[in-house]
């Protein structure tokens, strides 16, 4: 049986198709089987398709849609619910209660004010897409006051200080100088730096492409100590992890896999500290 014609679509139609069909061949495949959905199932599908709109419509990093499976998760586990679509309509009190336990484990009040943000985000698609109907307790509450700080920074010497501690004379403490130097002289994010292919380096132009937040690409310029780190660390990558291609990582593990954030953070705080 044919349920859609193969009639070509794009742009916002395409995530909303991407969105409707997901969720009903949920109830296809259950009437196929000769049952009707569960709850469980008709739950993963409601946030699944959440999570497709945030990747299609908002183009988030798949980093940021796993932080949102995660606060979805939790909320469906403090709920004991698998349709989190039947908890819209609970009471004031109760969704209070949910707000302070996380305070009971620990997070701070920026991480508080974020979840409850990924929250009200999923309960607001499902008030667009007409799967909740009157109030929603979630929508309604105030955002945890979250006190402002200085940013911290590094003198000019500090940096000086830093950028000398790696080795020169190994594999390792090459690639280690070219991290640190790039992130001094570029101002990528982690994620930025993780992500980064030799064919994003433009060394004659001394400029690298790199997406950012939204997945959105800017060019930004490399400085020429940091260019020659890092091709000084390219030389040094062993012949077992060669050739490099244009879409090879350009940072790699000891593995020779492409390097993780949490790595790059532990490099950091090694030499920081």
């Known amino acids: 049986m044919t349920y859609f014609s193969t009639v ?5 139609s395409a995530a909303l198709f991407q969105i409707i069909f997901t969720f009903f061949s949920a109830f296809v ?3 196929g089987r000769g049952r009707r959905p569960t709850v469980r199932e008709v739950g993963t599908h409601t946030m699944d398709s959440f999570l497709q709109h945030l990747e299609t419509e908002r183009n988030l990093s798949p980093e940021t849609l796993r932080a949102y499976r995660k606060d979805l998760e939790q ?12 908890i819209a309509g609970s009471s004031t009190e109760r969704v209070r209660r949910w707000l302070a336990h996380f305070a009971e484990l620990g997070y701070s009040r920026s991480t508080v004010a974020r979840k409850l943000a990924s929250i009200r985000g999923f309960f607001r698609f499902l008030q667009r897409e007409g799967r909740i109907e009157g109030r929603c307790a979630f929508l309604e509450l105030s955002t945890p006051r979250v006190p402002r ?12 200080r830093l950028l000398d501690q790696p080795e020169r004379n190994t594999y390792r403490g090459l690639r280690d100088l070219a991290i640190l130097e790039i992130l001094y002289s570029t101002g990528l994010r982690v ?6 292919n030799w064919e994003h380096i433009d060394d004659a132009a001394r400029l690298v492409r790199t997406l950012g937040k939204g997945r ?3 060019i930004v310029p490399i400085g020429e100590h940091a260019l020659a ?4 660390y390219k030389d040094e990558i062993p012949a077992r992890w060669r050739p490099l291609e244009p879409t090879s990582a350009v940072l790699l593990n000891r593995f020779g896999d492409r390097i993780s954030d949490r ?6 705080d090694r030499y920081i500290h």
């Open 75 to 86: 909320l469906a586990a403090f709920f004991d619910t698998s349709d989190l679509s039947l």
């Open 149 to 160: 700080s200085l940013p911290h920074f590094l003198t000019v010497q500090e940096v000086m």
């Open 29 to 31: 495949g259950c009437l």
């Open 8 to 12: 070509p679509i794009g742009g916002e």
């Open 229 to 232: 780190a890092l091709f000084a």
């Open 191 to 196: 994620s930025e730096l993780v992500a980064l």
């Open 216 to 218: 959105m690409e800017r």
């Open 263 to 268: 790595s790059i953070r532990k490099i950091f």
